[in-house]
């Protein structure tokens, strides 16, 4: 059913297309409030390094722990580094392994979500299987014990959020391919001579695109908060790279000593990011699928 | 109810495999450690045959299915190796910090499921009101919040700012005496002995970090229980019930809640595995000492046989806990067991 109106739309042009997102984006003021705010992280991800006043490494001991001023905005840590320099630069960072992990868990689940989908029998029962038991741990749980079975490093970060994720994908992906395995336009497709890889790649895969991004979006925010856990219990990324987790995780040590603002405003930035993938996502959702709203 | 016991005994026969293919994970992620994990348990003084002794003893010179079996043996009879930092077997260390955790997860679940529910269902009956938006809000911060960070929030309002919660350090102050070792739960301990002042010692400790933990899970149970509710209550059987003159308590309670309960009885299963895995954050931040910051201080000192086994505990018991919200959904859906398999 949603292909029908899928293919209406884009048969009539992608103007309506166009006029339907507007239309969402006017009715739905939230959304374009999470578009912008993703605009502030996407600025602070790609420029902050060269717009912030300080070195976000240089130490100051003179300068230590000062609360926040207007020289140093968010104020100063326990070596007189000016904390707001290091929120924003460590938002490319976050960013970066979020980004990363979600695009190889995007890409392999949709690989094996296809498969699995499309040729069944088999080797969908032993990918359901595999997904089933990924599942079966808790996620960060799993995400821990296979970052310290790899070696505590920044790519093992980004491998085990992938491997948490790609079950999510996968099983989205199966699902959508597995209803339009049989549809009237793959069989069409596949009766001009195209082969089984090309139908699935070319014609039934994009079908599934449009869930899949509003997953994207709700996945971020999720992949953020497992990146930066892990580095919070010290795994992963090492002192004194900026970088939120492991700034909350110092500031946590000043905290009881009314330091507030070594922890608060690394943190206060997670959960900016966080908000705005799932706002996002939740946009994402109602411009693509309206009767999903919750 | 033959039918009935039959579908217990068939969701039963499904965790198998789903356990198999944890400890075929968990026994991986063992032989995964970085280098080769002989050279690594033979410490830094090592000579060649000390090496190969030790790959014998380890039995890291066997094919990898023997390895796997002698493993999955290992596992059955609850040897989960040795832990270096503590020098005792992982599975006591786990057995006697399981407790802490437990008392807190569960604290954090009950309380979140108190406050959830009643908002979800108040949320559903009164549509675009303030309870409504108040949920809507709650929701969507509920899942952006990091948990370390709310604890680490939370410390500093009560603690630092109030002074009203004791010092963040564990699960007792040390001007009390630890309850007498009965079931490991202060809370249940301390009422046994009939000690109330320990008992209010321990629920100080306690509501900081089952706050944190339960906000985290409020979010997906307030989301589940709205729109199970809603969708409840815009079905035949309640129009039905209307129809016949019901009252509304008789109406929301009976018909549409019961019926609401069982997707958020669902929900309730993956709210566990985030659970246990914001547990070990949590934990972290209030110096908890439970099994996730045992695993926090196994892997800054690099004791995989520690952690290893943590992962598998905890995937055990999370894959038990499922089985047992599965049963329990037999029990309570009569629509399931009866249908024809």
Sequence with gaps: MSDATSNSLHVKSNDSALAHVAYVLKSNPITMLAFSMFAVLIVAAVFGPSLVPYDPLTSNAANALQPPSLAHWFGTDNLGRDVFSRVVVATRLDLAISVAAVALSFAIGSVLGSIAGYWGGWIDAVLNRLFDTIMAFPLFVLAMGIVAALGNTVENIVYATAVINIPFYARLVRAEVNIRRESGFALAAKLSGNSDIRVLALHIFPNALPPMMVQVSLNLGWAILNAAGLSFIGLGVRPPTAEWGIMVAEGANFIVSGEWWLAFFPGFALMFAVFTFNLMGDGLRDIVDPRQRT | ?341
């Excluded at chain 2, 010179?61 to 059955?76: H, I, M, R, T, W």
């Excluded at chain 2, 321990?202 to 900081?208: F, G, R, W």
């Excluded at chain 2, 589940?224 to 209550?233: H, P, Y």
């Excluded at chain 2, 209307?242 to 008789?250: D, Q, S």
Aim: charged residues 15%; proline residues 5%; hydrophobic residues 55%.
């Design chain 2, 1 to 341: 109810m033959s039918g009935r016991l039959a579908t217990v005994g068939y969701r039963i026969a499904h965790a198998i495999p789903v356990i198999l293919g944890v400890v075929v994970v968990s026994f991986l992620l063992t032989r995964a450690l970085p280098g080769d994990p002989a050279v690594y348990f033979a410490g830094p003084a090592a000579d060649e045959a000390s090496i190969a002794q030790i790959r014998t003893a380890l039995g890291l010179d066997k094919s990898l299915p023997e390895q796997f079996f002698v493993y999955a043996g290992d596992v059955l009879s609850g040897d989960l190796g040795q832990s270096i930092s503590t020098g005792q077997p992982v599975l006591s260390d786990l057995a006697n910090r399981l407790p802490a955790s437990l008392e807190l997860t569960l604290t954090a679940l009950l309380l979140s499921c108190a406050i959830a529910i009643p908002l979800g269902v108040l949320a559903a009956t009164r549509p675009g009101t303030t309870v409504d938006h108040l949920c809507r809000v709650l929701v969507t911060a509920g899942v952006s919040l990091p948990t370390f960070f709310t604890g680490v929030v939370l410390i500093y309002v009560f603690y630092y700012l109030l002074g009203i919660a004791p010092s963040p350090l564990g699960r007792l102050d040390f001007i009390y005496i630890e309850p007498d070792h009965v079931t490991g739960f202060y809370l249940i301990d301390a009422a046994i002995a009939g000690d109330w002042e320990t008992w209010i010692g321990a629920v100080k400790q306690l509501i900081l970090p089952a706050i944190t933990l339960a906000l985290f899970t409020l979010a997906p149970l307030a989301r589940m229980t709205r729109a199970a509710m809603l969708s409840a209550l815009s079905s035949d059987y309640i129009r039905t019930a209307r129809a016949a003159g019901l009252t509304e308590n008789k109406v929301l309670f009976t018909y549409a809640f019961r019926n609401a309960l069982l997707p958020v009885i669902t929900t309730l299963g993956m709210v566990f595995s985030f659970t246990l895995g914001a547990n070990v954050l949590v934990e972290k931040v209030f110096a908890w000492p439970g099994i996730g910051s045992y695993a926090v201080e196994a892997l800054v000192v690099s004791d995989y046989a520690a952690v290893q086994g943590f992962v598998l505990a905890m995937a055990l018991l999370f894959v038990a806990l499922n089985l047992i919200i599965d049963i329990a959904y037999t029990l309570i859906d009569p629509r399931i067991g009866f249908e024809t398999r």
